[in-house]
């Protein structure tokens, strides 16, 4: 340990606290999963976000099993293996790791756990300059733990920790205003025009169609019959730069536009592949997903289409109807490697479509809610961008935390 003249610290990762790498208990034993203990695995971490929902849990017997390999709440996780190298989260309760990840579980007599997530996410470049290996690239244990990094005292640590998880715990109300919102639309959908219990419904008489009974009045159209599902732009490499509009690919609709996103002057791609916030977008490759985008104008990357609805439809019935018959796009999926579906899918998945009256109560009903989301989203982005500029300058000391924690905590 080396201190240097303004009292920082120089330590290795690993003297920040206890270094633990993952593992995947056998799949061959499903007894070793269940629903107790979080299964982080580099999917599960979005790029922006500090916290992770996983997609699977090991049971009691899963965490006997690998005992010495629980994470206590308040571990730093970072992923040190492929193209995912630099995804960092923290954990919130116990839980585990594949192998594909090292994390660091803080000695807090010393660091501050919120302080050591935010340094490593700014040691992400460091970290992936360090791996090894051609066809998989790999940062290891010892090379993780062995990288060197200039921390302050403990209670400067925690007053930068407490300025920049200020902006995330902003980010992170937002996020579960947004999710409750998008259930409150997709409940009316379902209620409205899945379960048929919409306004009035009792006054109308059920008929026989292809998609089964339907109300009435309603007609069946495929859903190449409801929009126009303009594919994006095949963007080359020789496009890609650091200045221009954001080249919008699966991964921004997922994470949103980061450093990490290439992007391109435009001028001379067409305009029908130009995208502006509200703009409906569905992923027809890879995660097979509808979204509405809410990050500023971009350009579209192939592999996603812009869905302009017909003049009859709404962009808020039609993202919710692509949104419930998805299921019907995913078993006609083909590949792999990445599912894909071809245009054909457009012609042979279906939806009941309500009269034009019906739809406009839907639209006044669901209106108000997208465009908060939307504006949720945008606080966001914006939350992010003043994060991630603060970031490195109080990491480095360039900035004094005394005068930025003023004026953000008051």
């Not at 989203?377 to 970031?391: G, M």
Request: charged share 25%; aromatic share 10%; glycine share 6%.
């Amino acid at each position: 340990m080396v201190e240097t003249s303004n009292g920082w610290r120089e330590v290795t990762i690993g003297q920040l606290g206890r270094v633990v790498t993952g593992k995947t208990p056998p799949t061959k034993n499903p007894e070793l999963f269940g629903v107790d203990f979080p299964f982080i695995t580099p999917t599960d971490i979005e790029e922006q976000a500090r916290l992770v929902r996983t997609a699977r849990f090991l049971s009691d017997e899963g965490c006997r099993k690998q005992k010495n390999s629980l994470l206590p709440a308040g571990t730093v996780c970072f992923t040190c293996i492929g193209a995912t190298i630099g995804k960092i989260c923290m954990t919130t309760r116990p839980s585990f790791t594949n192998q594909q990840i090292n994390s660091v579980v803080v000695d807090t007599d010393n660091h501050d756990p919120k302080y050591v997530y935010y340094l490593l996410r700014q040691q992400a470049g460091r970290v992936k300059a360090l791996a090894s290996g051609a066809a998989t690239p790999i940062v290891n244990k010892s090379t993780f733990s062995n990288l060197r990094v200039l921390v302050p005292s403990l209670p400067a640590q925690r007053k930068t920790a407490a300025v920049l998880s200020a902006y995330d715990e902003l980010i992170e109300n937002n996020t579960r205003r947004i999710k409750i919102l998008e259930e409150m639309a997709q409940t009316i959908y379902q209620e409205w025009f899945v379960n048929f219990r919409f306004p009035g419904h009792e006054k109308v008489r059920m008929v026989d169609s292809e998609l089964g009974q339907i109300p009435e009045g309603w007609e069946v159209r495929a859903f190449s019959g409801t929009a126009a599902f303009i594919n994006g732009y095949a963007f080359k490499p020789r496009h890609w730069g650091d200045s221009g509009k954001p080249i919008v690919k699966i991964a921004e609709l997922k994470n949103g536009v980061t450093d990490n996103t290439p992007r391109y002057d435009g001028e001379d791609i067409p305009a029908k592949y130009h995208i502006e916030n509200g703009d409906l977008l569905f992923s027809w490759s890879a995660d097979l997903e509808a979204y509405i985008w809410t990050g500023g104008e971009a350009l579209l990357n192939q592999h996603l289409f812009n869905v302009i609805p017909h003049d009859d439809l709404s962009r808020y019935f039609l993202f919710y109807s692509l949104k419930d018959r998805m299921q019907g796009f995913r078993s006609r999926s083909q590949g792999t490697t990445m599912r894909h579906i071809k245009r054909s899918a457009l012609d042979e998945v279906k939806v009941a479509v309500p009269p034009s009256d019906l739809r406009r109560i839907f639209d006044q009903y669901v209106g108000p809610i997208l465009s908060e989301i939307e504006n949720l989203h945008e606080r966001n982005t914006n939350l992010r961008s003043t994060r991630d500029l603060l970031l490195p300058k109080l990491i480095s000391s360039e900035v004094s935390v005394e005068d930025v924690s003023e004026k953000v905590l008051g």
